[in-house]
C-alpha cells in the first residue's frame, strides 16, 4: 500500500530549492558580463545560471504551493535513509567547494581537491591498503584531468574570467 505523501517535507523541501534559485540568480548577476566584449545581458557568461537560478525557484514556489494547497502542514518524521545520508554528504561537498574553496585558492586547485575528495568519499568500498591505493590513485588523475579541461575551457573558450 502507497505511504501518504508528507505534505510538510514537499514545502520545506520547496523552500529550500526557493533559496538556492536565488542564490544562484544573485551570483550569477554579479559575474563579469564582458561588456568590453560587446557581450549583451543574454551573451553573458552569468546569463545561463541566472535562468537555472530562476527555474530553481520558481519550481520550488510550484512545490510550495501544490504541497500547501488544502493540506494542514504537520510535522514531519524524520527518517533518514542511506541515499539520504549520500545526498547530505554530496551537499556538504558542494558547498564546502563553492562557499569556501573557490575564490580562496586558484580555481584549478579548488576543482582538483573537490573531484579527487568526492571520488574518494564516494568511491571507497573495500578498505584494503592496495584498493585505496588505487582508488586514490584515479581520483587524483581525474580530479587533475577535470581541473585542467575545466580551466581550459572556461578560460580560453568561454572567456569566462575564474575566480
Known amino acids: 500500500m502507497k505511504e501518504p505523501r508528507n505534505h510538510m517535507l514537499d514545502?520545506?523541501?520547496g523552500g529550500g530549492w526557493i533559496i538556492l534559485g536565488g542564490i544562484f540568480a544573485?551570483?550569477?548577476?554579479?559575474?563579469?558580463?564582458?561588456?568590453?566584449?560587446?557581450?549583451?545581458f543574454f551573451t553573458a557568461p552569468?546569463?545561463?545560471?541566472?535562468?537555472?537560478?530562476?527555474?530553481?525557484?520558481?519550481?520550488?514556489?510550484?512545490?510550495?504551493?501544490?504541497s500547501l494547497k488544502?493540506?494542514?502542514?504537520?510535522?514531519?518524521?524524520l527518517r533518514m535513509e542511506?541515499?539520504?545520508?549520500?545526498?547530505?554528504?554530496?551537499l556538504g561537498l558542494m558547498?564546502?567547494?563553492?562557499?569556501?574553496?573557490v575564490g580562496r585558492m586558484p580555481f584549478w586547485l579548488a576543482t582538483f581537491l573537490f573531484v579527487s575528495t568526492f571520488i574518494v568519499t564516494f568511491g571507497v568500498k573495500d578498505f584494503r591498503p592496495r584498493a585505496v591505493s588505487v582508488?586514490?590513485?584515479k581520483a587524483m588523475l581525474t580530479?587533475?584531468?577535470?581541473?585542467?579541461?575545466?580551466?581550459?575551457v572556461f578560460q580560453e573558450v568561454f572567456l569566462v574570467r575564474l575566480p
Open 82 to 90: 542511506a541515499s539520504g545520508v549520500r545526498a547530505l554528504v554530496a
Open 135 to 137: 582508488l586514490l590513485v
Open 143 to 152: 580530479g587533475a584531468l577535470t581541473a585542467a579541461v575545466v580551466s581550459f
Open 11 to 13: 514545502a520545506l523541501s
Open 46 to 66: 552569468g546569463f545561463v545560471p541566472f535562468m537555472l537560478g530562476l527555474a530553481l525557484a520558481f519550481f520550488g514556489v510550484v512545490l510550495v504551493v501544490r
Open 26 to 40: 544573485i551570483l550569477s548577476l554579479q559575474m563579469d558580463r564582458r561588456e568590453h566584449l560587446g557581450a549583451t
Open 70 to 77: 488544502g493540506h494542514v502542514p504537520e510535522m514531519p518524521e
Open 95 to 101: 558547498s564546502v567547494y563553492a562557499l569556501v574553496l
